[in-house]
């Protein structure tokens, strides 16, 4: 826990906290006898707390931001493949405790169970070392995106990518919702872009159109960074 402590920054006086963060319903069950709990119900606190800081960190840096981009904004930097990559800079994979079936399966890399396991990992910071000490941590491993993504005019990036790969003949581009996560008053939808079969973007938003949008988006700015040789 020594290493993962340190790619944290953070020390934790209660290390049961932390493994408990780090253990999918999976090994729970197959250890219930030991006493040992899911990572379910810190999930659940760290969702919110996520959430909050997030808003509040919207709502007070970009006073001129409108709500309706604040809260596409929200959508894509709390949303399951976001923090799959926090997950993937973390290398969290290597610590999360499976069941034997899980770990089998590639429940390492599975993004849905490493995204649940950042938002258990903000409930143990915020219950070991208090609210900054979350919400240090979501500035730092979540929050440092958004100044890409304020910067960026609200527009229709679907007709933007469309158009733009129509300069060429033959091209091929298609949407995939590929996660839904949260109640239905709060859910949110991951999407990819795929070209000609290959992905090349992928966004979060509350609804499905959002999703696309941000996902166009991102396909443009990956097809922006491509060399010849690439297309």
Same mark, same amino acid.
């Given at each position: 826990?020594?290493? !993962?402590?340190?790619?944290?920054?953070?020390?934790?006086?209660?290390?049961?906290? @932390?493994?408990?963060? !780090?253990?999918?319903?999976?090994?729970?069950?197959?250890?219930?006898?030991?006493?040992?709990?899911?990572?379910?119900?810190?999930?659940?606190?760290?969702?919110?707390?996520?959430?909050?800081?997030?808003?509040?960190?919207?709502? +007070?840096?970009?006073?001129?931001?409108?709500?309706?981009?604040?809260?596409?904004?929200?959508?894509? +930097?709390?949303?399951?493949?976001? +923090?799959?990559?926090?997950?993937?800079?973390?290398?969290?994979?290597?610590?999360?405790?499976?069941?034997?079936?899980?770990?089998?399966?590639?429940?390492?890399?599975?993004?849905? /169970?490493?995204?649940?396991?950042?938002?258990?990992?903000?409930?143990? +910071?915020?219950?070991?070392?208090?609210?900054?000490?979350?919400?240090?941590? /979501?500035?730092?491993?979540?929050?440092?995106?958004?100044?890409?993504?304020?910067?960026?005019?609200?527009?229709?990036?679907?007709?933007?990518?469309?158009?733009?790969?129509?300069?060429?003949?033959?091209?091929? @581009?298609?949407?995939?919702?590929?996660?839904?996560?949260?109640?239905?008053?709060?859910?949110?939808?991951?999407?990819?872009?795929?070209?000609?079969?290959?992905?090349?973007?992928?966004?979060?938003?509350?609804?499905?159109?959002?999703?696309?949008?941000?996902?166009?988006?991102?396909?443009?700015?990956?097809?922006?960074?491509?060399?010849?040789?690439?297309?």
């Amino acid at each position: 826990m020594e290493v !993962l402590e340190k790619k944290l920054n953070y020390s934790f006086k209660n290390k049961t906290l @932390l493994l408990t963060a !780090l253990s999918h319903s999976s090994y729970a069950n197959e250890n219930r006898a030991k006493g040992i709990m899911s990572n379910e119900r810190l999930e659940f606190l760290g969702d919110s707390i996520l959430g909050q800081v997030v808003a509040s960190h919207l709502y +007070l840096s970009y006073p001129q931001m409108p709500e309706g981009q604040m809260t596409r904004l929200r959508a894509e +930097l709390v949303c399951e493949h976001n +923090l799959f990559r926090t997950a993937r800079d973390l290398e969290l994979g290597s610590f999360i405790r499976l069941g034997k079936g899980e770990q089998a399966s590639g429940g390492r890399e599975r993004e849905s /169970i490493l995204a649940d396991a950042v938002e258990a990992l903000i409930a143990a +910071l915020y219950l070991d070392g208090g609210p900054e000490t979350a919400k240090d941590f /979501i500035k730092r491993m979540i929050l440092s995106q958004s100044d890409l993504l304020e910067n960026q005019q609200v527009s229709d990036y679907k007709t933007a990518l469309q158009e733009l790969i129509q300069r060429k003949a033959g091209q091929n @581009l298609s949407y995939e919702t590929i996660g839904e996560k949260g109640p239905d008053h709060k859910k949110t939808f991951t999407v990819q872009v795929s070209l000609n079969g290959k992905v090349i973007g992928s966004g979060c938003g509350y609804t499905k159109k959002e999703a696309e949008q941000a996902a166009a988006k991102h396909g443009l700015e990956a097809i922006s960074k491509w060399s010849p040789k690439d297309e």
